[in-house]
């Protein structure tokens, strides 16, 4: 497991809101002789679904649904109405004091050099960090009490989380709204159906319809996550919402779909298809990533629509064909929506920024640990944080390190390292490093590999040791000029990092997760001791007892047959017995 927190102070502006519906502590409205005006709803929920036919032949689906609530989960007087935020969220963040909390469940790693960056990025197994608010004094104790209310929500192993796979990271992890601490976990756990039950409609209407848990699982890439911040509603922020995003990132991979053909389909994705958009929903949109198709020379799109939407996306401008859900011509006579893409063969583009990470060296004693920044820009450089942290049982030689860009040495501007601590805590290192033009950095460090006790071993301690991804995040140079406007209306996996500069965007990258061996004892002896010991107890216990409990009586041998004719005639003739 690998856990970051930290905690830190912002200063920030804040307004009175108000609660979605009125609520029991609103005051009652007052008696007029003309009908009172409905009153415009203070929540909204929209939901979004992005396909991007990739260039390796597979299918990346992105799912976006976005709840925003006009109210303050941090006074005293508890919120008691909900209408399409989930209770048991707001619960969370008004009992734990929560500014941010961000947490993705994902199975399988993502192949940036094949598919690309992702909409929302996130490491294998799970991911949890949060903010918390300035007035919070325990933050230890509160954390340790949020993992366990969150393992119950989303059916989750966070409960784990102690000392020893907890750090405080000091740069790599900011907030993402406007709002302030920064907690980080990994673990492996399946939990579709408790966050498919977040959602106003469930799975019962909209997108989430075709959330099935055979076909999403049988996928080489999947990621479920929730994402809670407090967002300004103008540029001025005189107003502010809370911000709840639920996505699910799927690749269907074209071989293991035995398809045998490059054709993708709603119903062949996900076993069904559309017939109408969430009741509650203000927008339900289909996006088609069509910016490399634009004469069809890639993929062909049926049906087709002629609404089209641009969108800037990672520092690249996009053209999307659009199926607006909420409009009842989008399903046909059918009232059916079934896209069908079919593809064809085409080049891979590589992406400005990628990493790689690996174990190097040979025995049970020794190791370097490598990892590998490309930047893929042909004239730009741009620093990158570089953010490891890994178990007390790796020994890291902090002495060893060395990075190293086109065969020289490659300076950080930044180190933050706090050593391992046996049983504790883990190791952490932060760095900030300078990414040359069309460079590979390599950053190297050396460890030794310490003996655990019997108890700390895995069930399967042979499989080895997992440690978890490095994570990068840079500020990548961008081809096109960005929007920084947050109030324009924009597509919703266009408007999750928020971009201050026009020059950049932000980019996460983490690595694959590493798979070490640890010196292991063999443990069938053990095995053989135990049963040579019983054997031994049971045989020395068992004489003992029955040396100290059995009564002993002296019995006759029973005579022989002549013996007993002989006293049967004795007995007959009245002679006695012999």
Not at 66 to 85: A, G, I, P
Not at 121 to 135: K, M, N, T
Not at 377 to 405: A, M
Request: proline share 8%; with cysteine.
């Amino acid at each position: 497991p690998n856990i970051q927190q930290g905690r830190q102070r912002c200063i920030y502006g804040e307004v009175s809101p108000t609660e979605a519906g009125g609520g029991s502590d609103s005051p009652a409205p007052k008696p007029a002789a003309s009908p009172p005006s409905v009153p415009r709803p203070k929540d909204d929920f929209q939901e979004e679904l992005v396909i991007r036919p990739l260039h390796s032949g597979d299918i990346y689906t992105s799912f976006q649904f976005r709840t925003l609530w006009e109210t303050d989960f941090t006074r005293e007087n508890k919120v008691s109405h909900y209408r399409l935020f989930p209770k048991s969220l707001g619960q969370v963040i008004s009992k734990f004091s929560v500014r941010e909390l961000h947490i993705s469940f994902t199975q399988g790693y993502w192949r940036t050099m094949q598919w690309g960056q992702p909409y929302l990025p996130s490491p294998p197994g799970a991911e949890l960090w949060v903010w918390f608010q300035d007035s919070l004094t325990d933050v230890d104790g509160t954390w340790k009490e949020l993992t366990n209310v969150l393992s119950g929500i989303f059916c989750a192993s966070l409960n784990f989380i102690d000392s020893t796979n907890t750090v405080q990271p000091s740069a790599s992890f900011k907030p993402l709204g406007i709002g302030n601490v920064t907690d980080h976990q990994i673990v492996c756990t399946e939990n579709l159906t408790p966050w498919k039950k977040l959602l106003p409609c469930g799975s019962k209407a909209g997108l989430a319809v075709l959330l099935k848990s055979e076909k999403l699982f049988h996928s080489s890439f999947h990621s479920q996550a929730v994402h809670i911040r407090p967002v300004c509603k103008d540029d001025q922020c005189k107003t502010t919402s809370w911000e709840l995003r639920q996505t699910l990132n799927v690749v269907f991979d074209l071989h293991n779909s035995g398809q045998g053909k490059n054709e993708w389909s709603l119903f062949k994705m996900f076993s069904r298809t559309l017939t109408e958009a969430c009741p509650v929903a203000s927008s339900s949109k289909i996006y088609i990533d069509i910016t490399d198709n634009s004469q069809g020379e890639q993929f062909e799109l049926s049906p087709a629509t002629p609404l089209l939407s641009q969108a800037v996306v990672l520092g690249d401008r996009r053209t999307f064909s659009v199926y607006d859900l909420t409009q009842q011509i989008t399903f046909g006579t059918m009232r059916s929506l079934n896209l069908l893409i079919r593809g064809k063969s085409s080049d891979m583009l590589r992406p400005l920024l990628h990493a790689e990470r690996y174990v190097a060296g040979y025995g049970l004693q020794t190791g370097e640990i490598h990892t590998l920044m490309y930047n893929n820009h042909p004239y730009r450089s741009f620093p990158v944080l570089l953010l490891d942290s890994v178990p007390w049982y790796l020994r890291l030689y902090i002495h060893t390190l060395t990075v190293t860009s086109k065969g020289k040495d490659n300076k950080p501007s930044y180190i933050h390292y706090q050593p391992s601590k046996d049983r504790v805590r883990p190791h952490l290192l932060e760095m900030l490093v300078q990414l040359p033009p069309n460079s590979v950095t390599e950053v190297t460090l050396q460890f030794e590999r310490a003996l655990l006790k019997w108890t700390e071993y895995t069930p399967d301690p042979n499989h080895g040791f997992y440690v978890g991804s490095s994570v990068i995040s840079s500020l990548v140079p961008s081809i096109v000029a960005m929007d920084t406007n947050n109030s324009r209306e924009r597509p919703l996996f266009s408007s999750f990092f928020p971009s201050k500069e026009e020059s950049s965007y932000f980019v996460r990258v983490y690595t694959e997760p590493l798979l070490v061996n640890l010196p292991t004892p063999d443990f069938s002896m053990p095995y053989n001791v135990i049963c040579l010991t019983c054997t031994v107890v049971a045989v020395g216990y068992g004489s003992l007892y029955n040396l100290l409990t059995r009564s002993f009586q002296i019995e006759e041998p029973s005579p022989g047959l002549a013996k007993r004719i002989a006293n049967i005639i004795r007995k007959m003739r009245g002679v006695p017995p012999l």
